[in-house]
């Protein structure tokens, strides 16, 4: 419960990879020769390949339906990262990996696209090398625990004597102006009136 309400979104839930069922979905969008959907699924199969070697919990989505249903599925399910591969990405030997996250900053063969928040390019290769496919997975809850712990920080008023609390609520106009997610830490006192 804690990890959904601290990584959800507007888009549906969220789960860091490592907690995740399905760690990567890959979503097959097939051209509409025959020869490009052999070619799609030999490219399909060779990320499945790269997934059980790197210990990686992939799902592949083939069904009839339209891309843009199945991303929306995906969002909803809560899969971290999504690899789209098309007839173009196969051609290019590269895939379009998309997070609901911010990028992780290790990882200099995930490139971004520009204009696209969260949607990165990739080569099939740098997934297969070393262990690039599991580097991407722990990279991705790396950047998803850092957000939250930034997150954390920015809506936590430390208020350990008391003072910083009431600061807080006399200069403002409620909670809304200091922000719903907003929580004070603040000391207990018992009966006695003892911290």
Request: glycine share 8%; charged share 20%; net charge negative.
């Amino acid at each position: 419960g804690a990890a959904l309400m601290t990584h959800s979104d507007d888009k549906g839930a969220l789960l860091p990879p490592l907690i995740s069922p399905m760690q990567i979905r890959v979503i097959v969008i097939k051209g509409k020769s025959v020869e490009s959907h052999s070619q799609v699924d030999n490219f399909v199969q060779k990320l499945q390949a790269i997934a059980i070697q790197n210990n990686v919990r992939l799902e592949v989505d083939d069904e009839p339906t339209s891309p843009g249903k199945r991303f929306v599925e995906c969002d909803r399910a809560g899969v971290p990262i999504r690899i789209d591969v098309g007839a173009n990405d196969v051609e290019r030997g590269s895939v379009t990996v998309s997070l609901r996250c911010s990028g992780p900053d290790n990882l200099p063969w995930l490139q971004p696209l520009a204009g696209k928040a969260g949607k990165f390019v990739c080569n099939l290769q740098d997934l297969e090398q070393g262990a690039g496919m599991s580097n991407l997975v722990f990279s991705v809850h790396r950047a998803m625990f850092i957000d939250a712990q930034r997150r954390m920080h920015t809506n936590v008023i430390d208020s350990s004597d008391g003072n910083a609390m009431l600061d807080a609520l006399s200069h403002s106009k409620g909670a809304s102006e200091l922000g719903a997610s907003k929580s004070f830490i603040a000391p207990f006192c018992n009966m006695d009136g003892k911290a």
